[in-house]
């Protein structure tokens, strides 16, 4: 196979933790070698898949250097290649034994000095990160070569994942293709909380162009739900969510403390009351005058001015259209019936897109089909049965630091979900533009993380919190262009890529629609599905 390659030079020193120096060939352009490219170096016994971090200028003698040859293009082609040359930093991601049938290996060791380093071609690629098939999905190519990149779908499921990026990057268009991956695969079933309108139907692109929606894409597989009544009444949607006052916990209102501008004392309160009132809690207060609030701040050791306030910033969750004094869990039970059996949904806020709904709602709705996998992966293990076993459930939420900074991920339950890595079926895609307010420790629990440009120094070491080498691929990502193009890293790739990202076009929906077809023609329709999963 190094035949087929072009040569661009010899690895000259380096070592395993810091990497490997090539001296690039005279013939080459140092131009022409930028960072995020692929290389592979030929070893004794194993070919070594690497990463280009970084390109160095480089002269045998200083002297050079201190008189340069201004001008004379004839004097500099005499210098380059011997006095002046071009280095290149690689690190390693990948061995390669030569028996191509063996299987990839961990970077162990390196290889001896003057290995010479070629190109990397398109069957590089390929032995390395397969091909488009049932359980693998091209995400991108890589910058310089026509060759898929893909995602393996299993493994992306199994852990929760991240999409990072600054405003403008195109993270909606990330977050779309990967769901079309898992939906398409029908690896597990989505819940998409679809704060901005951008999921379920077609939205409208940066250039102006619509592109479709998930409904669009995956017909009856996809199920659009909403807080709108006014979209109810259209009969645009599959499903209305009303949220009562007798739902809210008080792991609610811990989430909204930075929204609502609670005190220090507010979560004391809610649990007085709570103790009191039980399910009614919150609906008690609201109807509290000055005359009750002292009452019960005697009887309860409360303070009456803390009760006055709980009440008075709590009083903005019922002016939400969506809320309702008393209500039963029937729209999120059927929700939770369709996610069972294999369906996605994206719930759509419509008008309701403020801070203070989306984690409300999240939160409220997150926990209550989180208890339902808990205790369906319970009835599992007691059984051993098959049909018993949780299909896999992954939630997307936008703006995920509100719900995972580090004074609210140990509180609430996308923080429990985060640390869990699937212990019950139920990973996260978190999707944020500021990953550094995200909690460390959920951010080393990602499995995979697809970032587009950031420049927040703070954003780039978060990104790389747990990550091995992220020096190196701190750099590569400094070099992203803002539109799409993507580092790709962790545990559904095999190793750390550059991609430029599939297009969210017309390819794209005639690749889902030819596959999907054949997918639908040996499907049950999701009402007999359900039936089967929920008898009478």
């Keep these: ?69 201004d001008g004379d293009s004839f004097l500099q082609a005499v210098l380059a290649g011997t006095s002046t040359f071009g280095t290149l930093d690689l690190m390693p991601r990948l061995m390669l034994p030569h028996d191509l049938s063996a299987q990839l290996l961990p970077v162990k060791t390196v290889p001896r000095h003057f290995s010479p380093v070629f190109e990397a071609q398109e069957g590089d690629f390929t032995r390395v990160f397969g091909q488009e098939d049932a359980s693998h999905f091209e995400i991108g190519r890589p910058l310089d070569m026509n060759v898929p990149v893909c995602l393996d779908l299993n493994r992306l499921v199994e852990r929760s994942n991240g999409i990072f990026g600054k405003s403008g990057t195109g993270k909606s268009f990330l977050t ?30 940066e250039n102006n162009t619509f592109v479709k929606g ?23 949607i599959d499903g209305e969510v009303v949220i009562g006052l007798n739902q809210i916990e008080i792991e609610d209102v811990i989430l909204l403390t930075e929204e609502l501008n609670l005190s220090s004392t507010a979560t ?7 103790d009191r009132f039980k399910q009614d809690w919150l609906r008690s207060l609201l109807e509290m005058d000055s005359g009750a609030i002292t009452e019960f701040a005697e009887q309860s050791g409360a303070h009456p ?5 709980l009440k008075r910033k709590l009083a903005q969750i019922p002016r939400l259209g969506f809320v309702e004094e008393k209500a039963d869990f029937s729209s999120i039970d059927r929700m939770i019936e369709q996610l069972a059996a294999g369906r996605s949904i994206v719930l759509s806020f419509g008008p309701h897109g403020g801070s203070l709904a989306y984690m409300l709602v999240a939160n409220l709705i997150t926990r209550r089909i989180h208890r339902h996998w808990t205790q369906q992966t319970a009835r599992f293990l007691e059984s051993k049965n098959e049909r018993d076993r949780p299909h896999p459930l992954m939630i997307t939420i936008e703006e995920a630091h509100k719900f995972l900074n580090p004074q609210t991920a140990r509180q609430t339950i996308f923080g429990t979900i985060a640390r869990e890595l699937r212990k019950y079926s139920v990973t996260l895609l978190v999707v944020d533009q500021r990953p550094s307010s995200i909690d460390n420790e959920v951010m080393s629990q990602l499995g995979t993380r697809i970032t587009a440009l950031l420049n927040d120094d703070r954003d780039i070491d978060a990104v790389f919190t747990g990550v091995s080498g992220a020096a190196g691929l701190k750099a590569v990502l400094a070099t992203l262009d803002s539109k799409q193009q993507a580092l790709v890293l962790g545990h559904a790739v095999p190793m750390p890529v550059v991609v430029k990202t599939r297009g969210y076009d017309e390819a794209l929906y005639a690749a ?15 009402q007999e599905e359900v039936d089967e999963l929920f008898p009478d």
């Design 512 to 526: 889902v629609q030819r596959r999907g077809m054949a997918r639908t023609e040996a499907m049950p329709t999701a």
């Design 1 to 69: 196979m190094a035949s087929q390659r072009n040569r661009l030079g010899v690895i000259t020193s380096g070592s395993l933790s810091e990497g490997l120096t090539a001296r690039l060939e005279a013939s080459e352009s140092v131009e022409d070698m930028r960072v995020g490219k692929f290389v592979v170096v030929q070893g004794e016994k194993h070919e070594f898949f690497s990463m280009i971090t970084d390109v160095t200028l480089e002269a045998t003698s200083q002297k050079i250097l201190t008189d340069p040859p």
């Design 268 to 274: 004391e309160s809610s649990y007085l009351l709570h």
């Design 214 to 236: 998930l409904k669009q894409l995956f017909g009856s597989d996809v199920l659009v739900y909403t807080l709108d009544r006014r979209a109810s009444q259209r009969n645009q």
């Design 176 to 205: 779309r293709l990967l769901l079309c991956g898992v939906i398409h695969a029908n690896i597990a079933s989505n819940l998409i909380f679809d704060m901005h309108n951008e999921y379920g139907w077609e939205t409208r692109a």
């Design 305 to 309: 001015s803390s009760i006055s306030a």
